[in-house]
């Protein structure tokens, strides 16, 4: 926003965002491409960590496995290094608003796991209104820096895939958008 003899107006770009040939190739490409939103859970000493994913990857085969970079900085990383289990859900267009919360870029008055309805897991909490969910158990590979981001190799133990909904939600170009 700016103001100018008492007129205020709101910019239509970003301002603390760089022009966009000032962005690295790769990170324009990656924001090109749509990726899942979910959101993996996992047990800490003091309760649950929380953290809205875009960055993964779903691979099937005996057994499937889940691929995830996340913030080393996180503690989600830092409770899934602990337990070795996390649990993942699949995020709908109903749930943009739970995951802005627990990216951290929108307010959650009480806590982010009050705007949601949550069922116990081995693997830790699961969305119950989810298209789908998965129990996944940290492999032996330890995870290892790659970019930004650790990625993480997970096998699914339990995967429960509900009706779809049509109200898919995908991440691309720093947005929500609807499948």
């Known amino acids: 926003m700016s103001g100018q003899n008492g007129v205020v107006t709101i910019h239509s770009r970003h301002p603390f965002l760089p022009p966009e040939d000032d962005r690295s190739g790769v990170r324009r490409l990656r924001g090109r491409i749509a990726a899942p939103v979910t959101l993996w859970m996992a047990r800490t000493e003091s309760?649950?960590?929380?953290?809205?994913?875009?960055?993964?990857?779903?691979?099937?085969?005996?057994?499937?496995?889940?691929?995830?970079?996340?913030?080393?900085?996180s503690d989600i990383y830092a409770a899934l290094v602990v337990s070795r289990v996390t649990a993942v859900s699949v995020l709908g267009w109903q749930h943009s608003a739970l995951?802005?919360?627990?990216?951290?870029?929108?307010?959650?008055?009480?806590?982010a796991f009050r705007m949601g309805d949550w069922r116990e897991t081995d693997w830790g909490p699961v969305l119950s209104d989810t298209v789908g969910w998965a129990g996944c158990r940290l492999t032996e590979a330890e995870p290892r820096a790659v970019g930004w981001g650790m990625l993480v190799e997970m096998v699914a133990e339990r995967v429960e895939v509900g009706e779809d909904t049509g109200s898919a939600m995908a991440y691309r170009r720093g947005r929500y958008v609807r499948l």
């Open 99 to 111: 995951a802005d919360a627990f990216a951290g870029v929108a307010p959650a008055p009480g806590g």
């Open 47 to 73: 309760g649950v960590a929380g953290l809205t994913v875009s960055s993964m990857l779903v691979a099937d085969g005996e057994p499937g496995r889940l691929l995830g970079l996340l913030d080393p900085e």
